[in-house]
C-alpha cells in the first residue's frame, strides 16, 4: 500500500506561464506515481482516480481564472498606452466649451434624458408629469402630453400646475384637432372627457379663477396667468387677482414669484404695476429683503493724495 500523504507537489520555479504551470503541477504529481492494480484495492484505486479528477479539474479552473487576469491586465495596459500616445483611431472629443455646453443645440432631447430616470425614480411625484407635459407640449405630441396630464390628474385634480397645462392643451387641441389622425382624435376625446367634458378653455379657467384661485396665493397667480393669455382684455382683472394679498397662504415666497411673474411679461407692461405691487409687499413684510428700497450710493471719502505722502522733516 503506497501512502498518499506522503505525495508532495513540487513547486514551479516561476509564476511566468500564466497558470499553465498550475495545470502541469497537479497533474504531473499524480502521474509521475504509477500504480498498478495488483498493489491496490479496486476501493482505494477508486478514490486515487478521484482525487486525481477533482485535482485536474481545480487545476483547469485556476488556468482559466488566470488567463482571464492576464487579459484584463494587457487590456489595462493597452489603455494606459493609448492614453499617454493617444489613439489615432479614437473620436475626437468635442472641446469643452462652457457656453455651448449652457446651450445645447438639442434642449428638448437633454430634457428627456433628464426625464426618463424620473418616471422610475419620482413616479409618485406631480411634478414628474407637469415636467413631461411641459416637454411635450413643446414637441407637440399630442398623446404623450395627453398621458402626462392624465397621470399628473391621478395624483392632484387641484394642482394649479395641472390647471394650467388642462387650458394649454386644451388650447391647443382646439387649434390642431383637424390635422390629427381620426383614431388619435377618438383616444383623446374618450380619455379627456373626465377633465374637459363638454368646456371650452376659457370655461376651464373662468371655473378655476372663481373656485379654486380664492384657495392660495399660487393658484390665484397660475389662474390669473391662464385668464390673461386667453383674453388679454381681462389683463387689469388678472393682474388684481395675481397682486392681492389677501389670499389664503400668502407668504414671502408667494409674493416673490408673483413679482417674477409680473417682470417675466406674464401680464404685458406694467411698471406702474411693479412698483406698486412692491411697495405693498413691503408695507406687509417690512423687513423682507426682497422687497426692500436700494440702498443709496453712499458717498466715499476720497483724501487728497499728498496728505498721504510722507513728509521731510528738516533739521536745523
Not at 223 to 246: I, Q, W, Y
Not at 255 to 263: A, G, M, T, W, Y
Amino acid at each position: 500500500m503506497v501512502d498518499l500523504t506522503t505525495c508532495r507537489v513540487q513547486q514551479t520555479p516561476s509564476r511566468a506561464h500564466h497558470g499553465h504551470c498550475s495545470l502541469r503541477e497537479y497533474t504531473s504529481d499524480f502521474n509521475k506515481y504509477t500504480y498498478s492494480n495488483e498493489n491496490l484495492a479496486p476501493s482505494e484505486l477508486k478514490k486515487l482516480r478521484n482525487k486525481q479528477r477533482k485535482a485536474k479539474r481545480k487545476a483547469e479552473q485556476e488556468s482559466a481564472l488566470a488567463a482571464q487576469v492576464q487579459v484584463k491586465r494587457e487590456q489595462h495596459h493597452k489603455a494606459r498606452r493609448e492614453q499617454e500616445q493617444g489613439d489615432p483611431e479614437a473620436p475626437q472629443l468635442d472641446e469643452l466649451i462652457p457656453d455651448k455646453l449652457a446651450r445645447a443645440e438639442d434642449p428638448l432631447e437633454q430634457a428627456i434624458k433628464f426625464l426618463l430616470p424620473l418616471r422610475q425614480l419620482a413616479a409618485d411625484r406631480i411634478d414628474t408629469y407637469l415636467m413631461a407635459f411641459e416637454i411635450y407640449y413643446r414637441k407637440e405630441k399630442p398623446l404623450l402630453m395627453l398621458q402626462s396630464i392624465k397621470r399628473a390628474w391621478q395624483l392632484d385634480s387641484n394642482h394649479q400646475h395641472l390647471h394650467d397645462c388642462l387650458v394649454r392643451f386644451k388650447c391647443w387641441l382646439e387649434e390642431k384637432m383637424s390635422e390629427l389622425n381620426p383614431h388619435v382624435v377618438e383616444v383623446i376625446n374618450a380619455e379627456t372627457k373626465t377633465m374637459f367634458g363638454d368646456r371650452s378653455a376659457l370655461t376651464i379657467a373662468e371655473e378655476y379663477v372663481s373656485k379654486c384661485a380664492q384657495t392660495s396665493q399660487a393658484a390665484a397667480l397660475w389662474g390669473a396667468r391662464a385668464l390673461r393669455r386667453l383674453v388679454p382684455e381681462r389683463t387689469k382683472e388678472a393682474l388684481a387677482l395675481a397682486t392681492s394679498l389677501d389670499t389664503p397662504q400668502c407668504s414671502i415666497q408667494g409674493c416673490i414669484e408673483v413679482l417674477e411673474s409680473l417682470r417675466d411679461g406674464d401680464f404685458g407692461p406694467c411698471e406702474n404695476e411693479i412698483e406698486a405691487y412692491i411697495e405693498a409687499c413691503r408695507a406687509k413684510y417690512q423687513y423682507a429683503i426682497a422687497f426692500s428700497p436700494p440702498a443709496p450710493a453712499q458717498e466715499e471719502n476720497h483724501l487728497d493724495d499728498a496728505a498721504l505722502q510722507p513728509k521731510e522733516i528738516q533739521l536745523n
